[in-house]
């Protein structure tokens, strides 16, 4: 009420200044121009007069007045009329004249003085009166004068009826302003302050789902992320100190953000942590005229990210976004995340070229095919290894830039861009303590051997302290790789690579996700009925199955497809009951073999669908668009099962994602063996993707299995990725590293 009241009396007394201002300009003006009318006027009509009725040439000169009457000047619209003669006298031709004469006996002799007629504006016991004197010109005698008066008191009221005017307007203006205003303030920013007080008082009180519904207030947007920050902030930090508590109360050795923090602080010693990868964790992007700040969608992102958070380090990437170079520094750096500003990012120019070449060509047509046993040819092109030679010569620099001043820094590399970087940055910094994590497969010796380049590649590599891989499986497949192709001394006792004086270890780091005892413990979301996902698609059906794909010839689309026709053939009491989602993320659609593999996948669909074509129901809904983790998780929660049907993949963090999603501890995981997820997810069903017939039967299987079974191994699952998360994933690379003897 104060504030309202407050704001009235502030806007009733500005208007009334503003008002003010104008009324008192404006009766000026027209002050001004009623005199200057009044003044032309009254000249006029009293010459018209003179000359008519006053004064006439006799055979004698002298002045004749004796006919001029009371009605007379009346009809001119004078107020009065007196003469003033030689002798000095003044004499009033009208009784009303009278009470002016005394007030014009200066002026008429001002005027005769300056020999000129002229007009004043007097003021007589309040009474506004205008004078002109006529100087009167007589051949041998003295000057003689006619004075005319007019009334002016009609200015003084129009003056007064303008203040009057404009007091009006100006009150009726006020309380419009003010009462419209009230409105705006109360509707337009009141309620919706209090909606975001609400807001704030419910994630105060831990409600999450409240947390979620965020006020949809724009002109409110840079406060709301500040208090979102905070809010989130304080979240956490409720999160992690009852997370710790109950780890404390259970005697649970959980890895967790804060514990990886305080690991952080300790293995590092003040270092800095550099992390070198082709994607960037945030990318800039034009939405409109806005820019936005998107997550590219990463398995190694996500993986990477608690490590920088904890430590505040340095992240080194290549930037993709279209408006990357706008909201960099003059050092091409950022502070992400956005509002949290725990770490930097430095990104990487590259031109087109070097993308096309080092990026799409020898990365993406040579290595990733080379690495995964998926029957697609690589293609090795000279050109596009002097482009991978060229821009993994640019990471160098650009770390060995941020290192100069920093002692024993902490290198970690990611994946097989950056093959050659450990020993180029070795070679300058020998103090530096580097790691090369290796994301996807690492093939036998005789398939690695097809690379022209693959000593280079493993030179590079072992310049390095630590390389890291997914499974042991893949450790051993590049110690006999360096085994048949470079001279060098392989230990296998303690799985490490001797060249000269320098020794490089090879170790396995299953990867994992954020999932920890809160998560485990406490579901975030409810589940949805699977029907009414279908329901958004026009679809109707009793089970359903999800996969989570890149378009990617490695991830075995097309054999899933083929066991889902043939589980509808085997098991046709299924039909019109049994939809399987497939979430598939156009990748790398530049390349020919993705774009190939993008329309079989389409025309398979499309084949399949049209066999059972029925109303109201399909057996896959293919959805082909990047989702984000957000739209995905309610896929995985109604889902009956999740398909994972790699023909090789270092990990697949899909299946520990489905697994996290699974809060009611039912649902099933069929996983590819040639996954590397497969070696620690024993509670899955491990099928062989290429052999259709034992998938068609998983999925039945998993359609039918018992929901004690399937809360059992679920929760097998569920305590092995708690306990082998993220956190324990980077916790076990830094300790390695941090072992190291340069």
Known sequence: MKINLALIISIIAAVGLVAFGFTAFQIASERQQLNNELESKTIQVAEAFYKAHFFRKPKTDSLHFRHITDSLITQYRFSGLAVYYNNDSLVPLTSSSEPFLKYSTDYIAQAISADSSMGNLLSIHGKKVYEYIRLIKQHDLPESAVIFYADADYITNIVKSIWLRNFIRWFLQALVISVVTLLVVKWGILSPLNRVVEWIKAVRFGNADQFKKRPMLNFLEPLYKEISGIAQAMQEAKAIAQEEAQLRTSGE????????????????????????SNREPYMHVHAGKEIKCIVPASGMVTAMEPILKACGGLWIASGSGDADRETVDEHDKVQVPPYENKYTLRRIWLSKEQENHYYYGFSNEGLWPLCHIAHTRPIFRKEDWDYYQEVNEIYAKAVLEEIKNQEEPFILVQDYHFALLPKLIKDKRPDAKVAIFWHIPW????????????????????????????????????????????????????????IGNHFTLVKPFPISISFTLKDYENGTGQQEEPTELLKQHGLHAQYVGIGVDRIDYTKGLIEKFLAIERFLEKYAEYRGKFTFIQIGAPSRSLLKSYADITSAVENEVNRINWKFKAKNWQPILFLKRHHSHEEIIPYYRSADFCMVTSLHDGMNLVAKEFIAARQENDGVLILSRFAGASQELHGALIINPYDVEQTADAIKEALEMPKPLQGQKMKQMRRMIMGHNVYSWASNILRAMASIQN
């Open 253 to 276: 050795a959980v890895w967790t953000h804060e514990r990886l923090n305080e690991e952080m602080k300790q293995l590092l010693e003040d270092k800095i942590m550099v992390v070198v």
């Open 443 to 498: 093939p036998n010796p005789e398939s690695f051997g097809i690379c022209p380049w693959q000593k280079e590649l493993l030179r590079g590599m072992l310049g390095g302290d630590l390389i890291g891989f997914h499974t042991q499986y893949h450790c051993n497949n590049f110690l006999e790789t360096v085994n048949n192709s470079l001279e060098s001394r392989v230990i296998w006792e303690n799985f490490s690579v001797k």
